[in-house]
């Protein structure tokens, strides 16, 4: 099934997934209704309308509603129509109960009565690509009583109009044709005969997000744009057991950090996800100080379960690092309850206010007297001020209109406590309590999404929504800051916090001073202790415009300067209300108590709030409290710095010169964070590679004393199994056999001129036919040409491998017939003699080890048929995960996220949502990439050869030859499109810089990736990995060790490509090997792995010219083939601590220890001021070299370049030395060198040949351009990115916040690395801080 296109509109509706052609009704026929009496044919009872429902047309879909109306008892009303904007073609429309909404304003002043009761009934559709209607939602419920009465729309209308349908004869008598199809995007995944309350019931127990088309890519690209772009940023995703995306959770930096200033009090808004959105959002919410919306996290889930929003607000917690709100202010779900109530179990959770008091038209407008019972409901909510007032309203209302049986109002009741505001007055709210008639707290996304509104849409308008609020308070601070409100009064409250509160909270406290005015009488009732109680009395507006005299009452304590009103509003609002004023004015109090004074209202409140977490109260091991402290004193640091282009200019000096001092703090080598044994080889099991396999584990226990084959439930055969023994081979398989019910035979075995068998062919018994010899006998023919069987071969580990595998056979099996076949009597070794027991061999047990072996390429001997398994594994589309490996890559980058602001992760998934490819890169990686990039190997090991983790790694070589990660990939599969999309999202990870060479193995899907994705990258083969596979891949021939020494000769030791021919095309016709296929892949490839043909490719080192010469896995020692993805995640840290290390201690070395020399050769001395110590131990190599360097001479002048020829005495295999001829070119003008040998670009210095020449030449020292800086050691290198902000406007200040934040990101990232920056960090943090106070102070 595939997702359909959404229709060219402005206004879309969501689509639905049809099943190729329209499924049928049950009776296999579509169901036909008669248009004129609207009864379906053949039955008494009308089908319902249900999602997935097709029609034909569109007055189709309108005469079918129509009959069920009619048939049910209400009439039909077209609520909305979409249409095209060229063709004015309809392409969508909503049908609803005439008792839907409300009338409108201008028509409640008419004398006729209000008939319409805010019925939600209805049903919505849109027209497919079939050009069918599809019906895509259905509410069937309706909120009044429904009857027989002959309405309007009953009547004979067509197309939804008003204007009347003419009859004919045509029409007369029509029929519609029904279908049913599968709509799984609108929430019935799939059941063509549900009804609503089924989709809903369905809908609550979801376990996959709904994705339509595009979707996914939308999700990817935004995540990792906002990774790339936007330091700090965070986010999550929850897969459920089957690998499918369920939940995503997301939080910018700008919403971090508002979540430490404004996270005491959160909405929870669910409205897209509840009422079904086609983006199925859940945003949390606060109030800044400046009372503005503030977003504090997006999710996105799959259904409205506990399990997601437990999921949800876990992930968001982790972001606060444990923080929980006072207060969350959700709608009413149990769901929601039940996860606020195990994941926040100390905030107050309170339901919504404005949300019920929304609902009380569709839930109560179906009431006779409608109006009096909602003028009740408001009084009693609004307008009570105790419990026992309430509870008395309460009780009138459902008892005078004879309601205390409805449902909804129960049940209202039974959760009063946590709504009421009565019962709320101890619960601080900030304002967003909606504790007063009128008011509202507009969403944050509010004409941003509609029930319409797609995901990909959404994403886009993400950004736009944030950038607006974003400006919004940046706004609102400069005004606030720059201007003084006007004072309407001469009350000192109102001067006091004139100076102090933003100007929108201003506004909102002077409204209450305004209204102490309306206050005429404050009177002290009564004394108890040293609190005095007061009434105030207020005139307030009643019903009818009438003014109303209400009594509050005033508790005052004048000792502890606390003041409360029993109307709560400081809670609810933030600030004291009027008849609190009026008491403190009353009792001479010319100011606010400052307890009363709320910090998150101040103007400054963001420059000058830090949550107390001091150096003595962070924990020295805990990377995340070094953060989280250092992040937070850096927000203030930004904050104060943006206000003025003069604040600005200070903070970015400031941040430089920090910048420099944390650099010059060096590690401690004894840092508790930082200490990596280098002496200890890392904990690894070497026999995991090994098991032994008996009884219920699978093996057989092969032989018994009575010659039968012992043992239950044989594995079955697979490529890349291994055995000890040819016999272990032939046992397991004999075993497999009469498990299943056949018998075996030995169709083929290969042996060497030494008789050593190294191959072999396991057969069924009925494989191939009777010779022609056999077949004029008068026995008659059993076999059949079965094709099952199993090859194996002799591998270098002295081990046998399965090599090919064909399980299916074309005769019958069956183990339970009994039948008794030769190879099952007791025999060894899979021929006729038989096998000669002693008492220790009795009872034997193979041992089976487990390697998978798969050339990429197909380029196995001819023996080696891994078509079959190729195509398997090719077709992965999703990423095999085993129990818990979900969770720890959840644990892993949830942690990494919150003390790593730069950390990128991205995922892949395929159409069905659920994961296919997952890519990640640490901070440090992505810096080191600026360094290191030039040459990259791509390592595919463990993904080629089946390992437990399908790991990709991005390596490079850092200043002292070391390995350096730069960036790790798990992939479903060796497939082109995933590994093109792990080279993107790698490349997008480094800003579309692409190294100047890739080093890969050989494999034709990885060559057409690197293509595509890398078109101008220099693409080579991995020649270690190919001479590796020399055993392996010709250790069968006859003459091996010949073979191998021709090969060697002629890779390591051609000076030019023309020498590599000849002696290739030597090596293949003396021993008749041209036809190998193996070997003609390879020369086919040879411009690609040969040194000879690489010399004009700088490759650093990275590329072995010497035999024997390997290129070592970076995570050699930490995984191997049966480390499970959680354990490897554990030991990745270390792994990555352990290199830091190391280069750590190398810089230590060189900067610090004076390099020993073995010559006096004027080069040597100049490099050992400037390399490492392990690159000039390799160059000193080539110095020693020269020695052996002997009659270099000038062989040819051709203008400003000379030809030198230099003679070399080389070690060649079998301990034998040879006299090399080396020709250098060198100009002396340009002071250009240039040997044959290429060493300068394969390594990276020059070769001993160049250096005879200079050292002829009278030169002293080595030509700069052949000193490369990413060898020196006078470099300083900072692996911390620097987020440019080239052409920002300074005179912006949400430019200049946005580029203050990024330049002090590097700080931060710099003092998280050790217990000593850290402590530097944030003394230079202050010190900051103070320089900005003091321009503050000069304004």
């Not at 019935?188 to 709904?210: C, D, I, K, Y």
């Not at 008789?755 to 077949?775: Q, T």
């Not at 949830?894 to 890169?921: A, H």
């Not at 293949?1068 to 036809?1075: E, F, K």
Request: proline share 3%.
């Amino acid at each position: 099934m595939e997702e359909e296109e959404a229709s060219p509109s402005n206004d879309q509706l969501p689509e639905g997934k049809c099943n190729g052609e329209a499924l049928k009704e049950r009776d296999s026929g579509p169901t036909e209704l008669d248009g004129q009496n609207g009864l379906p044919e053949g039955k008494k009872e009308f089908v319902a309308p249900a999602v997935g429902m097709e029609f034909e047309s569109y007055d189709d879909a309108y005469n079918y509603y129509n009959c069920y109306a009619k048939e049910v008892g209400f009439r039909v009303r077209v609520k909305n129509s979409w249409f095209k904007r060229n063709s004015r073609e309809k392409y969508g429309a909503v049908l609803c109960c005439s008792s839907q909404g409300f009338k409108r304003i201008k028509d409640v002043n008419r004398l006729r009565k209000e008939t319409r009761t805010g019925c939600p009934a209805m049903i919505r559709m849109r027209v497919m690509d079939s050009k069918r209607w599809r019906v895509l939602e259905v509410t069937l419920e309706h909120n009044h009583l429904l009857g027989a009465k002959i309405y309007k729309s009953i009547k004979k209308m067509g197309s939804g109009t008003k204007r009347k349908l003419q009859s004919s004869s045509d029409a007369e008598v029509r029929t519609i044709k029904l279908y049913r199809a599968l709509v799984i995007d609108a929430g019935v995944n799939g059941n063509p005969n549900s009804n609503a309350r089924e989709v809903r019931n369905f809908s609550e127990h979801p376990n996959q997000l709904n994705l339509r088309k595009g979707d996914s890519q939308a999700i990817y690209n935004y995540l990792c744009r906002m990774q790339l772009t936007n330091p700090n940023f965070f986010y999550l995703m929850d897969l459920n057991d089957e690998g499918h995306l369920r939940n995503v959770f997301w939080v910018d930096s700008h919403c971090r950090a508002s979540c430490g200033y404004f996270g005491d009090v959160i909405y929870i808004d669910n409205t897209c996800l509840s009422n079904r959105y086609e983006t199925p959002l859940v945003a949390l919410v606060g109030i800044n100080h400046h009372g503005q919306t503030v977003l504090l996290g997006c999710g996105l889930l799959a259904g409205e379960t506990s399990e997601s929003y437990t999921w949800l607000f876990k992930a968001w917690l982790t972001c606060m690092s444990g923080q929980c709100p006072q207060t969350i202010i959700t709608d009413r779900c149990k769901a929601l309850q039940n996860a606020i109530a195990e994941v926040f179990p100390k905030s107050n959770h309170r339901f919504s206010l404005l949300h019920i008091m929304k609902k009380v038209p569709e839930k109560l407008g179906g009431l006779r007297n409608y109006d009096a019972i909602r003028k009740t409901f408001v009084k009693a909510v609004y307008e009570t001020l105790k419990v026992i007032e309430f509870e008395a309203a309460w009780g009138f209302m459902v008892q005078h209109f004879g309601i205390t049986d409805h449902e909804w109002l129960r049940s209202l009741y039974e959760d009063r406590a946590r709504w009421a505001p009565v019962y709320l007055k101890d619960i601080f709210f900030a304002g967003m309590s909606s504790s007063r008639p009128g008011e509202n707290v507009s969403p944050f996304f509010e004409k941003y999404v509609h029930k319409q509104t797609p995901v990909k849409e959404f994403l886009d308008k993400y950004e736009l929504a944030l950038q607006k609020k974003h400006k919004e308070e940046t706004l609102a601070d400069i005004e606030s800051r720059n201007s003084s409100p006007t004072l309407r009064t001469r009350c000192s409250f109102e001067l006091q916090l004139s100076k102090l509160y933003t100007r929108e909270i201003f506004k909102r406290f002077q409204f209450e001073v305004e209204e102490m005015y309306s206050c005429f009488s404050t009177t002290q009732l009564h004394v108890d202790g040293p609190i005095i109680i007061f009434l105030v009395k207020e005139r307030v507006l009643g019903e009818g415009n009438r003014r109303e005299i209400r009594d509050y009452e005033v508790l005052y304590n004048r000792t502890a300067s606390e003041v409360r009103c029993i109307c709560s509003c400081f809670n609810f609002c933030g600030y004291l209300c009027r008849h609190a004023l009026c008491v403190l004015n009353f009792n001479g109090v010319e100011e606010i108590p400052s307890k009363y004074i709320l910090s998150r209202w101040k103007k400054d409140y963001k420059r000058l709030y830090v949550p107390d977490q001091g150096f003595n109260n962070v924990d020295v091991v805990d990377r995340i409290q070094w953060f989280n402290q250092l992040y937070r004193s850096a927000l203030q640091v930004v904050e104060e710095g943006a206000i003025s282009l003069d604040h600005y200019k200070v903070a970015l000096q400031a941040f430089e010169e920090s910048l420099n001092r944390v650099h010059e703090v060096e590690e401690k080598q004894d840092s508790p964070m930082d200490r990596v044994s280098l002496n200890t080889d890392p904990v690894v099991d070497d026999d995991a590679d090994e098991f032994e396999i008996e009884g219920d584990c699978g093996i057989t226990e092969c032989i018994g004393q009575s010659g039968v084959i012992q043992g239950e439930n044989p594995l079955p055969p697979a490529v890349g199994m291994e055995f000890e023994s040819y016999e272990d081979v032939y046992y397991f398989y004999n075993c497999y056999a009469k498990e299943q019910g056949f018998g075996v035979r030995v169709s083929n075995t290969w042996y060497r001129k030494s008789k050593e068998r190294y191959r072999g062919k396991l057969s069924c018994s009925s494989a191939g036919f009777k010779k022609k010899s056999e077949a004029n006998r008068p026995r008659p023919e059993t076999r059949t040409g079965c094709p099952a069987m199993i090859k194996f071969r002799l591998m270098e580990n002295r081990r046998w491998r399965i090599i090919e595998v064909e399980l299916d056979h074309n005769h019958l099996i069956s183990p339970a017939s009994g039948k008794f076949y030769k190879s099952h009597k007791h025999i060894g070794l899979g021929t006729k003699r038989a096998l000669q027991l002693d008492g220790a061999d009795e009872v034997k047990k193979i041992k089976l080890f487990r390697t998978v072996v798969i050339d990429v390429e197909g380029n196995e001997s001819a023996e080696l048929s891994d078509g079959e398994f190729r195509t398997t594994s090719s077709k992965s589309n999703q990423l095999r995960l085993k129990e818990g490996d979900a969770q720890a890559v959840h644990n892993y980058f949830s942690g990494l996220q919150m003390t790593d602001p730069n950390f990128i992760y991205v995922v892949d998934l395929n159409e069905k949502g659920c994961l296919r490819n997952l890519f990640w890169i640490d901070a440090r990686s992505r810096a080191a990439y600026g360094y290191f990039g030039d040459v990259v190997v791509i390592d595919t090991t463990c993904l080629t050869y089946k390992y437990e983790v399908p790991l990709v790694s991005f390596v490079g070589v850092n200043h002292h030859g070391q390995s350096v990660l730069l960036g790790c990939g798990l992939l479903a599969g060796e497939t082109i499109e995933s590994y093109t999309w792990l080279f993107r999202a790698w490349l997008t990870c480094m800003l579309g810089r692409p190294p100047q060479a890739i080093i890969t193995d050989q494999c034709r899907t990885l060559q057409a990736a690197v293509a595509d994705v890398f078109p101008r990258a220099s693409h080579c083969l991995s020649l270690s990995c190919i001479m590796q596979k020399v055993p392996e891949k010709l250790g069968e021939l006859y003459e091996f060790e010949a073979i191998r020494m021709a090969l060697n000769n002629a890779v390591y030791y051609s000076l030019r490509p023309e020498e590599f021919e000849a002696t290739w095309e030597d090596m293949v016709n003396r021993h008749g090997i041209r036809d190998h296929i193996w070997l003609q892949t390879l020369y086919e490839d040879r411009r690609r792995w040969v040194p000879v043909y690489l010399k004009e490719t700088s490759l650093a080192g990275m590329f072995p010219t010497r035999p024997n010469e390997v290129m070592e896995s970076f995570f050699d020692g930490y995984l191997d083939k049966r480390t499970s993805l959680k354990e490897f995640l554990d030991k990745y840290e270390q792994a990555l601590q352990e290199n830091h290390q190391l280069e750590t201690l190398a810089d230590m070395d060189s900067r610090n220890s004076g390099f020993t020399m073995k010559s006096r050769c004027y080069f040597e001395l100049q490099l050992a001021k400037l390399y490492t110590n392990n690159i000039l131990r390799e160059f000193e190599r080539e110095v020693e070299g020269m020695y052996s360097c002997f009659g270099t001479r000038q062989i040819n002048v051709e203008g400003q370049i000379m030809t030198y020829m230099v003679r070399e005495q080389i070690d060649v295999e079998a301990n034998r030395r040879e006299t090399r001829d080396f020709e250098v070119l060198y100009n002396a003008t340009e002071m250009e060198v240039l040997c044959v040998c290429g060493l300068f670009n394969l390594r990276g210095y020059l070769c001993r040949h160049a250096l005879s020449v200079l050292h002829q030449n009278g030169m002293e020292e080595i030509p700069p351009q052949y000193i490369l800086s990413r060898w020196r050691k006078d470099i300083k290198r900072s692996y911390v990115l620097n987020h440019s902000c080239g052409g920002i406007d300074v005179n912006n200040p949400v430019h200049r916040y946005d580029h203050l934040y990024k330049c002090i990101m590097q700080v931060v990232e710099e003092g998280r690395k050790s217990q000593d920056r850290y402590k530097d960090t944030v003394q230079a943090l202050d010190e900051i801080l103070s320089k900005l106070h003091l321009v503050q102070g000069h304004l």
